[in-house]
């Protein structure tokens, strides 16, 4: 298996409910290392950008509203398989489907408030971590 790196939001709804410890330690207890982290406030831009893809859809203009209704944590996260692990430690996109003991299964309200994103695939997490960080602002595994 390689080492991976793939880019994690901690969502407002999760960072409003003050998980981010918790989430943090899903990470840590999962294999993943944290090599870049950032809180911040996305503006519209912002959140429209990362999520350009889902221009089309219906949910769109809902899922931006979300994600600039309050601060986010943005982080890097290094493993074996990180990308997939981080998608298995987050649970299905719905919480209600979400399997017993993941992300979205403990801390997630609705399909829109649903406490965390990963990227899906190794070009995603590519452009996600660049759409964030400046190479220079991942550190190296500890
Ligand atoms: P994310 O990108 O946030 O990690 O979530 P995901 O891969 O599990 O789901 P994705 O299909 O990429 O959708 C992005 C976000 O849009 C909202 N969504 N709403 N109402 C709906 O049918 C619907 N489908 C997706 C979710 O908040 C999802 O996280
Ligand atoms: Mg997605």
Request: aromatic share 8%.
């Amino acid at each position: 298996m390689a080492v991976e790196r793939t880019l994690s939001i901690i969502k407002p709804d999760a960072v409003a409910k003050n998980v981010i410890g918790e989430i943090y330690s899903r990470f840590e207890k999962g294999g993943l290392r944290i090599v870049a982290a950032r809180m911040m406030q996305l503006s519209r831009e912002q959140a429209e950008g990362f999520y350009a893809v889902h221009r089309e859809r219906p949910f769109f203009k809902d899922l931006v509203d979300f994600m600039i209704s309050g601060p986010v944590v943005v982080q890097v996260l290094e493993g074996e398989n990180a990308i997939a692990r981080n998608r298995e430690l987050m649970g299905a996109t719905n919480p209600k489907e979400a399997a017993a003991g993941t992300i979205r299964a403990d801390f997630a309200d609705s399909i829109d408030a649903n406490a965390v994103h990963g990227s899906d695939g190794p070009d995603t997490a590519r452009e996600e971590i660049a759409y964030f960080f400046k190479p220079e602002e991942v550190c190296a595994r500890g």
